[in-house]
């Protein structure tokens, strides 16, 4: 539930989840009032405040973009969401972009089944100031203050700790459901190359879609995170820098983990495909054994069922006796040679 936090009168409360100042990497206490956050902000002498949204309307947000001079266009796209993960600057403000994942618990996949959901978390820093916002399913970032807020050292480098913070929590939890979807991906590998009867193509193709999904979250965040580790943003201090190329480490075993996963399903797909095919076939020619075999007693009582008068075997006191073993041994031997040729 978010907290409550004094604002003069303004309907930004019911979006913040926890606002706070911090001075040398150390949480100043007391209660912040929005209002009159401004005056104590003080970027040089290491005073910023970090305020925490959990899908503010655009009236809320819009309070605290004019406080700050938040860019009009990455208000809007922090309002609206359904963004891709980016990193956009805006004078002296960066604004950052990140598709959150949860892995969905299930027994097991099937042609229907969600196993990944997204959120998003946009995050504004600028001088003096870390705003994050938080939408869908996105995980709670209080973990993430505590660990900060417990590391004076690194809380001490300002908003562009908070910046590396929480990729460094989004980037993490990828590669927890990176394992997790690779035990969806062993488990049904493993029943796709079973004697068993083929695999439903639709879970493998549901898997696919998933991991579709899981892509799009991750693969366009990594120029993002490249420009962020090379140093080359100003707003990011070199100290800082070198802790975004380990979170850009993790992002790229992340994506190799990713791509591994796609061509594997996309194989156990054209595996499916083609066992299914193979089952076909052995099913059309165990039908069409089967048709031959009753064929041949079709044909022969077919023969003597026309009641010409002039058909010696009708009055012949061996004429049954005769069809039946003719009958018998024709479809005896049939089908002795259709279970040598493996058709039945």
Known sequence: MAARYGNDGGGLPSAVVDCALYENGKRIPGQVNLGRILERIDPEAGRFAWIGLYEPSEAQLQEVAEAFGLHPLAVEDAVHAHQRPKLERYGDMLFLVLKTIVYVDHDQVTATSEIVDTGEIMVFAGPGY??????????????????LQGDPRQLGCG???VLHAVADMVVDRYLDVADAFAGDVDTLESEVFSPDRPVDAGRIYQ??????????AVMPLAPALQRLSEGSVPQIPKDVATYFRDVADHHHRVSEQILSFDELITGMLGASIAQLGVQQNADMRRISAWAALVAVPTMIVGVYGMNFDHMPELRSPYGYPAVWILIVTACTVIYRALRRNKWL
């Open 207 to 216: 898997l696919k879609r998933e991991l579709l999904e899981f892509k799009r």
């Open 130 to 147: 870390a705003i994050t916002v938080r939408h869908g399913s996105a995980p709670s970032l209080d973990g993430v203050r505590q660990q």
């Open 159 to 161: 908003p562009a700790a």
